[in-house]
């Protein structure tokens, strides 16, 4: 190969190499905010730069109801927010505290509501649903948020193992020997997959997967994703306006 032909070889191919490099940094520096069903990365729900919520899809998720669901408020607002979690989502973990702000933000205008969402790519997700769900047959439904507190607490960094389950519900008070009964038993394990099943006929998609319901039209909307807490308050406000 002649001089000049190896040159040009060699502009080529750092040309390519810049190109591979630009599509690579481009990628990682990509910010998303929930984590799809199935998948092992990660869909944005897009936020325009104006500050503004993004357009929200319609969804359908089953009604809400008060005896069976994971709820905070009186069951009767104007608004109720149900999002479908998972245990080991990293941006459920980061949407949670919302929830509870949004609570208290809003008092009994808004109903707080949380279902199971356990991705596939999340091994011990559906075993920690079954665990949160023994926790409120022992010890009732406010135990449930408490050990979803503690499940998501920040700072388990590395999160809970399948092994931390008992000694964390002893924590808040809950027998051992019953709780780990029940985990093993999986008497559960159903209705976790149900919950999942009919979230996914409803239209979600991911984790954490966030449904705004006007309870006077019965209009459902999704906010998608660990959203920041403005977005939250803006549909909720648009709602409680009309």
């Known amino acids: 190969m002649s001089s000049s032909e190896q040159k040009s070889s060699q502009n080529l191919w750092f040309g390519v190499s810049l190109g591979l490099i630009g599509i690579i940094i481009g990628y990682t520096a990509a910010t998303f905010n929930?984590?799809?069903?199935?998948?092992?990365?990660?869909?944005?729900t897009p936020?325009?730069?104006?500050?503004?919520?993004?357009?929200?899809?319609?969804?359908?998720?089953p009604a809400v109801n008060?005896?069976?669901?994971?709820?905070?408020g009186n069951g009767n607002a104007r608004v109720t927010l149900v999002t479908y979690?998972?245990?080991?989502?990293?941006?459920?973990?980061?949407?949670?505290?919302?929830?509870?702000q949004l609570h208290e933000?809003?008092?009994?205008?808004?109903?707080?509501?949380?279902?199971?969402?356990?991705?596939?790519?999340?091994?011990?997700?559906?075993?920690?649903?079954?665990?949160?769900?023994c926790v409120t047959e022992l010890g009732g439904k406010d135990k449930f948020w408490e050990y979803a507190d503690a499940l998501y607490d920040p700072a388990n960094q590395t999160g809970i193992t399948l092994d931390e389950l008992a000694p964390l519900a002893v924590q808040i008070g809950i027998p051992e020997q019953q709780f780990r009964s029940c985990?093993?038993?999986?008497?559960?394990?159903?209705?976790?997959?149900?919950?999942?099943?009919?979230?996914?006929?409803?239209?979600?998609?991911?984790?954490?997967?966030?449904?705004?319901?006007?309870?006077?039209?019965k209009t459902q909307v999704a906010l998608s994703g660990a959203q920041p807490l403005e977005?939250?308050?803006?549909a909720i406000d648009a709602i409680l306006a009309k």
């Open 231 to 234: 977005n939250f308050k803006t």
């Open 105 to 133: 933000a809003y008092g009994d205008k808004v109903d707080i509501v949380y279902r199971h969402f356990p991705l596939s790519m999340h091994p011990t997700a559906q075993k920690k649903a079954e665990a949160a769900e």
């Open 183 to 217: 985990l093993d038993s999986g008497k559960y394990t159903k209705k976790v997959q149900d919950e999942e099943a009919a979230g996914a006929a409803g239209g979600i998609n991911g984790t954490p997967g966030n449904v705004i319901i006007d309870n006077k039209t």
């Open 85 to 100: 979690s998972d245990f080991d989502c990293p941006y459920s973990k980061r949407h949670h505290p919302t929830m509870t």
């Open 66 to 72: 008060a005896s069976a669901d994971h709820l905070i």
């Open 47 to 61: 936020t325009p730069s104006n500050g503004q919520q993004a357009p929200a899809a319609a969804v359908q998720v």
């Open 34 to 44: 929930g984590t799809p069903k199935g998948a092992g990365g990660t869909v944005p």
